[in-house]
């Protein structure tokens, strides 16, 4: 390569990378409108959760053909762009597979096992193409998946496997030229896939095979950087963002729940008789009153909004929901899809408003999720459960319904019911005070 190829060359870097960190720094500052929450406590439960989880993949697995399909595709597009760095030192300084006269041996064991998970890569891929557009499996089918996501998924299936394709044949390219009479270059790596795609270079002159390495090259490393740039916009950004969220997922048991501080605060001060209310730290009499539940992004937690940019629109969620598989009209896929829509519009509006919200006379309840979504679950945790990296919809669909019922009161009837029973009796049946118990007699 020539110093002007070395000068274009960092600069396709430097705008690469240039536009991923403001990608970066646009979800991070996204994530952190959601309310504080702790999620600092026992580490050592998280960092288990993040290896078994998202290192590890043991959630994936539980559908076994899906999730070893993953593993290769995880995998190898990981290790492969190890290379990435071989790549990056060879074309800033010009050299030819730098790393090789310091690793020999190891150098072609890693090459050689380049190549056999860049096949094992495009062999996953095509299955997964043939699930999603031959058999239309019915999680990648239904009404919640439609328009751009849909298509989102096809997009990275093609990147992949043309960029699997260009190493393949940039390798081999290499290959011949290695070993033409007068090689062009020195000898490097062990290729038990490219040695089967190089003849295809025979006959070719020198300069022309050189021409069509530098193209495989060139396109091989400008599809990885317009790829690295394509994730903020796409739902494979959870190959990174799998390993935060599983290290801050909720610890506690499946089905428990967090009470609202300020509620507990109430409950405990009509409890206690000896109770001062006014000991309380001094409130701020112009600080706008504290919201129960959520009724847009900025009244959930962080994680909640991480929780969104992490999903991989798999479908597991949805195709284990029962309320979903009985024709109600959730799908907790939709619920994280929506959540996400709506922090990127409120983000896109903060940008168009030099760092400052502007009421837009729109929210995630009703304009995104609605109230017949939100009481048709059941809060079962099914969701929860099938998640391949710990993302929790209920913890939004609850906290949703705590906003319909404690500020609008909007609960459906059969709820107010009960919740009147309760106030009035102490119990959720129409009883009196004396007759409460009488229920335990009922058969």
């Known amino acids: 390569m020539s110093y002007l ?43 288990k959760n993040m290896a078994l989880i998202a290192l590890g993949q043991s959630k994936m697995v539980r559908r076994p053909v899906a999730g070893i399909l993953h593993i290769f595709v995880y995998v190898g597009f990981i290790i492969i762009n190890i290379e990435l760095l071989e790549i990056i030192i060879d074309g800033l300084f010009g050299t030819h597979r730098i790393f090789a006269p310091y690793l020999g041996v190891v150098y072609d064991v890693l090459i050689a096992s380049f190549e056999i998970l860049a096949v094992l890569v495009i062999f996953a891929v095509t299955v997964f193409w043939i699930r999603r557009n031959v ?14 996501p849909k298509s989102d998924a096809n997009y990275i299936l093609y990147f992949e496997t043309v960029l699997m394709m ?10 011949h030229l290695q070993n ?68 801050f997922a909720n610890l506690n048991p499946e089905g428990q729940f967090d009470n609202l501080e300020s509620v507990t605060k109430e409950v405990k001060l009509m409890m206690d008789p000896n109770a001062d209310p006014f000991a309380a730290a001094p409130v701020d009499e112009n600080a706008a009153p504290a919201k129960f539940g959520a009724s847009d992004v900025q009244d959930l937690n962080w994680v909640q909004l991480l929780n969104a940019y992490t999903c991989t629109e798999c479908g597991r969620c949805t195709s284990s929901c029962p309320a979903n598989q009985t024709g109600k009209k959730l799908s907790p896929r939709k619920i994280m899809m929506d959540t ?4 990127q519009e409120v983000g896109k509006n903060i940008d168009a408003n030099k760092g400052v919200f502007v009421p837009d006379n729109k929210t995630l309840l009703n304009d995104y999720i609605t109230p017949e979504e939100l009481w048709a679950c059941t809060s079962c945790n099914a969701c929860v459960e099938e998640c391949p990296v710990n993302i929790s919809p209920l913890s939004i669909i609850m906290d949703m319904r705590r906003y319909l019922v404690m500020e609008q ?31 335990k007699n009922e058969n």
Do not use: C
């Open 5 to 47: 190829d070395n000068i274009l060359f960092a600069i396709l870097l430097i705008i690469g990378f240039g536009f991923f960190a403001s990608s970066v720094k646009k979800i991070i500052r996204n994530i952190n409108l959601g309310v504080d929450v702790n999620r600092k406590d026992n580490s050592k439960a998280r960092w």
């Open 135 to 148: 058999i239309r499996l019915k999680r990648f089918i239904n009404p919640d998946l439609k328009g751009f």
């Open 166 to 175: 260009l190493f393949l044949l940039m390798n081999a390219s290499d290959l």
């Open 180 to 247: 033409v009479p007068d090689p062009v270059f020195h000898k490097a790596g062990s290729f038990p896939i490219s040695q089967f795609i190089a003849p295809i270079f025979n006959g070719m002159s020198n300069e022309l095979v050189v021409l069509l390495f530098e193209v495989f090259w060139w396109l091989h490393i400008a599809g990885i950087l317009v790829f690295m740039n394509y994730l903020y916009f796409s739902k494979h950004l959870h190959i990174l963002l799998a390993f935060p969220n599983t290290y």
């Open 340 to 343: 996400r829509d709506r922090l």
């Open 409 to 439: 009161s909007a609960a459906p009837m059969s709820l107010n019911a009960m919740m009147t029973n309760i106030e009035n009796n102490g119990a959720p049946w129409q009883y009196s005070q004396q007759d409460r118990l009488n229920w």
